[in-house]
């Protein structure tokens, strides 16, 4: 339950930052995400992954723990960069826009991919490991079943209507 948790405090944490940046730069209507509640959940996916994947190597390498932290942050560089494209790729392809495009970035790799992003989310996931998931661990793991249960009802019903408008079956 514990990574379940993760994935809608961090979702939901994701969607405020946005929302708070989009007024911070002066859209009038930010938005984050595909999705009609409180959530973006390609940061509840990243969290969960990021989680994972740091948790495996730092037990499985047996190196210096810098050396660790360097081969982590450039997995998680790269598994991160999949992520966002796979993500973009889903976007346009189910629901027919693009919220990002890096074609115009100097080192992109196309639409949805580029190494300044892809240096930005490697940072940002050591300051994750580090200091915020550290931060909000012991929360998380107080979390009882039936607030995960009830989140992912919501969840579910949101990816539904959202899925039925988009196709205009609702």
């Known amino acids: 339950m514990y990574l379940v948790n993760c994935f809608f405090v961090y979702s939901i944490l994701g969607y405020i930052l946005e929302m708070i940046f989009g007024f911070a730069i ?3 209507s930010p ?3 595909v999705l009609y509640g409180p959530w973006t959940p390609i940061y509840g996916i990243a969290s ?3 989680i994972v994947i740091s ?3 730092f037990k499985n390498l047996h190196l210096p723990r810098w050396i660790e932290t ?3 942050v450039l997995v998680l560089m790269v598994v991160l960069s999949a992520l966002e494209w796979l993500g973009g790729v889903l976007i346009e392809l189910i629901f027919g826009f693009s919220f990002w495009d890096y074609s115009d970035s100097k080192f992109n790799l196309g639409k949805y991919v580029c190494l300044e992003f892809a ?3 490697s940072v940002l996931s050591l ?4 200091v915020i998931n550290p931060f909000f661990e012991k929360y998380i793991k107080k979390l ?3 607030v995960a249960i009830i989140l992912g009802m919501l969840f579910v019903l949101d990816l539904v209507i959202r899925v039925l408008v988009e196709f205009n079956i609702f």
């Open 26 to 28: 002066g859209a009038s």
């Open 55 to 57: 948790d495996r190597l």
């Open 48 to 50: 969960v992954f990021i």
């Open 144 to 146: 009882p079943i039936w």
């Open 119 to 121: 240096l930005i989310w």
């Open 70 to 72: 360097i081969i982590v």
């Open 127 to 130: 300051i994750f490991i580090y």
């Open 31 to 33: 938005e984050s995400g």
